[in-house]
């Protein structure tokens, strides 16, 4: 797979070695050969899921209830009510933006014009707009959080966004895959090299990722849209995959981190089916965003363990019996079982319960899970 025309800041091109990648790209591509099911994703049906983990990803804590009692009561494209609610607003934007690539247009400067310009509607500091051309920023921004400025965490000079940007098109719309997970493979490229050129001051990374789905959407490689759910999960890695790529101009340290979350994330996905098939109804967002949280634990499966969890991933400050009171359904309708109690206490002093999902309530070929270590999620 050829990345030619994609250059760096100093004019020389990225590099990308796809050889290094190969294993899991075949992992992936078998996965998907025995779970074709995955590949039917209706991705309208996702949008309140993948607003607030695109939001999650940028240290936004949308809750998704209220995601979808904001996008229920409102006409998409009417947010004059919200002009002073940034969380209405927020959700509103990225809400007009799935459904603008749900249209399929082709990626070009003006369709890419349209789509910045209904995420960031009046998002935008009036010191940045201040600085904005036509198209892009024209002024220099920063990448990264770092306190200091200078040239390493600098996005393209402005005054070459345009001819950088015209080689991103060039790619999205040139580009050939082989197989279905190139696809996917292209669709990251695209999200690396879009926060590097960092087009404009803000929301750079929300709209890399929307432009990557766009693309997998045009290409119809629905398997791969629920990409975004497993960045919070492991954000500083994801950190640093882009900085590392930054840093040696080799974009296969990037597209390597996402193939294997992605990989995982796919396993979650066919377990979380196949609890649904068990239970013969489809799950809420609110639940599905349980059963992700508990198979993306890392750690043992305990109320301890998945409190601390919830916590890191959403900054907030989530007590035992809150996260408790989540599980209890879960347990009640005899998806999660609890099977004993942990060596280490709760600080109130009560034993701290073990978790897992009821394997007699899903019905799944066990040799396809490689990434999760199935043992700490389902009983024997």
Known sequence: MRIDNLKTAKGYNFRFNKDQIMPIVDEIENFLISVPSLK??????????????NNKIEGIDDDIEEINRIIKRRPVNSIIDYEDDSVARRVVNL??????????????????????NQISNGLIKPVDLASMGEYYRKDAVCITNKPYFDEKNEGIKY????????????????????????YFIISQIIH???VYVHPYFDCNGRTSRIVSLWYLLNNKANAFLNFNRSIPFSKGQYCHAI??????????????YMLEIEKAQLEKEYLISAVEKGLKYRLTDEEYLILEYYLSNNQEQTLLSLTQLFNRVNNRSFKPLQVEQRI?????????LEVGNSSRFLRDGRFNPKYRINRDLIDIDESLIKRLQLSNYVNK
């Open 40 to 53: 039917k994703v209706k991705f309208k049906q996702e949008i309140p899921k993948e607003i607030q983990s």
């Open 95 to 116: 809400f007009g933006a799935y459904n603008f690539i749900l249209q399929k247009k082709e990626i070009n400067k003006d369709t890419l014009g349209e789509l910045y």
């Open 243 to 256: 900085e590392s790529s930054r840093r040696t101009c080799n974009i296969t340290h990037f597209i390597k």
């Open 159 to 182: 005054y070459l966004i345009d001819e950088y940007m015209d080689y991103l098109f060039d790619y999205i719309n040139n580009s050939e895959a082989i197989d279905y997970t190139d």
């Open 328 to 336: 209890k359904e879960f347990k009640e309708k005899g998806i999660i």
């Open 192 to 194: 690396f090299y879009f």
